[in-house]
């Protein structure tokens, strides 16, 4: 797929950009790789929907060296090409994938949030694919706030079961806006499988809950631009790379974090 410089534009301005059909030929190979997930979770894995709570949602990431689907995905779709020309990248490194199910009738919604704050990296150039599997309306597709990516504070991360302070001491953050207030303009996209919403790690974004009657699963790629560095959250972060051996300021490691694009 080409990127034209108006997609740079656009992604820049708006941090975000939707990408139709740009992974068809991906989605039957990314639903194995969620049926195999499914069937083995990983040591991260989350249940979002509490017991007596309607439906399922489903959280797993970090799975993508164990997980063929999504290995294959990361290093030989042309996500990582299309991430390095929107960030203005001279090279790409995967930071890792992340696979979000709703059942049919779940009602949780995904709450209003950047990712960045949750994430051990700091940087102007990231992007985070959404490719649904399952065709997504008005109703239950992510729901992308532009130009958020450019405010100036993060917002304070919250853990989405109970809306806690995700890390103790969180003074460098902000609270959510109000984003619904009618002074924001929001995306909603209708996608079919294998579209694709990209976007800035600090773009806020959420998703209301899934209440028909198809599932809605969705398959995100994480990437990294050269200019991302580690750095040391006041807490375990999400996903939490124990071990990774870091100080604040380092590249990210190329062992755990591989390249899989150069301009
Ligand atoms: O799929 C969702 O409900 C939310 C997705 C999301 O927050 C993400 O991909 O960062």
């Known amino acids: 797929m080409e990127i034209t410089p108006s997609d740079i ?11 139709r059909g740009a992974f068809t030929d991906w989605v039957e190979r990314l639903r194995e790789g969620f049926e195999q997930n499914l069937a083995q979770p990983g040591p991260f894995a989350i249940e979002n929907v509490g017991i007596g709570e309607a439906g399922r949602f489903f959280e797993d990431y970090c799975n993508w060296q164990r997980i063929a689907p ?24 995967v930071f890792h994938e992340h696979i979000l ?19 051990c990296v700091s940087g102007l150039q990231t992007a985070s694919y959404w490719i649904p599997l399952d065709p997504v309306t008005q109703a239950n597709t992510l729901r992308v706030v532009l130009g958020s990516h450019r405010w100036p504070k993060l917002v304070r991360p919250k853990r989405w079961a109970s809306n806690e302070n995700f890390y103790a ?22 996608l079919a499988p294998g579209d694709a919403v990209v976007f800035d790690f600090r773009t806020v974004h959420g998703a209301a809950g899934n209440t028909g009657s198809g599932r809605r699963r969705a398959f995100s790629a994480r990437f990294l631009g050269d200019d991302v560095r580690y750095l040391e959250r006041p807490g375990r972060t999400s996903p939490p790379f124990p071990g990774i051996d870091l100080r604040s300021g380092q590249p990210m490691r190329q062992d755990w974090f591989p390249v899989v694009w150069r301009a």
């Not at 534009?9 to 990408?19: F, I, K």
């Not at 001491?169 to 209708?190: A, K, R, Y």
């Open 9 to 19: 534009e656009t992604y820049q301005r708006d941090g975000a950009l939707v990408l």
């Open 70 to 93: 999504f290995g294959e995905f990361i290093r030989q779709s042309p996500a990582a090409a299309i991430a390095g020309q929107i960030m203005q990248a001279r090279e790409v490194q």
């Open 101 to 119: 199910v709703k059942e049919p009738g779940t009602s949780k919604p995904t709450p209003w949030h950047q990712d960045l704050p949750y994430y």
């Open 169 to 190: 001491g969180d003074d460098n953050f902000m609270d959510m806006p109000d984003v619904e207030d009618g002074s924001h303009t929001i995306l909603v996209p209708e």
